[in-house]
C-alpha cells in the first residue's frame, strides 16, 4: 500500500492498494502524526484503494474519534464501490461521512 499526504485547507490523506492487517501499522502511524497536529479537517481519498480490512477499519474509527475530539472533521471521498459496500454492511456508514 502507498499513503501519500498531502497539508493544506484538509489534509488529504491518499491510500493506494490495500489497507490490511500487514499495511495497518504504516496507516497508524501517519494517522498518529495528523491527530498530533493542528489539523482541523482530514479527507481520506480511496479512488486507488481496492480493500480494507476489520484493521482498516478500525484505523478509520480511530481517525474518526480523534478528530470529532478535536472538534474537527474526517470525511471519505472517492471510495470504490466495494469499500462502500463493506462500510454499509459492518455499519460504519451509519457515523462515517462519505462523499462520491
Known amino acids: 500500500m502507498k499513503i501519500t ?21 504504516d496507516f497508524e502511524k501517519e494517522i498518529t502524526k495528523i491527530l498530533a497536529e493542528d489539523v482541523h479537517t482530514v479527507v481520506l481519498d480511496g479512488t486507488e484503494l481496492t480493500y ?3 484493521a482498516g477499519l478500525r484505523l478509520l474509527l480511530t481517525l474518526q474519534k480523534g478528530m470529532k475530539a478535536k472538534n474537527g472533521t474526517f470525511r ?17 456508514s451509519s457515523f462515517l461521512t462519505i462523499e462520491s
Do not use: M, P
Open 76 to 92: 471519505l471521498r472517492n471510495l470504490q464501490q466495494d469499500i462502500i459496500d463493506i462500510l454499509n454492511i459492518t455499519g460504519f
Open 5 to 25: 499526504v498531502k497539508n493544506g485547507n484538509e489534509t488529504i490523506i491518499n491510500l493506494s492498494g490495500q489497507l490490511d492487517t500487514l499495511t495497518s501499522a
Open 52 to 54: 480494507i480490512s476489520s
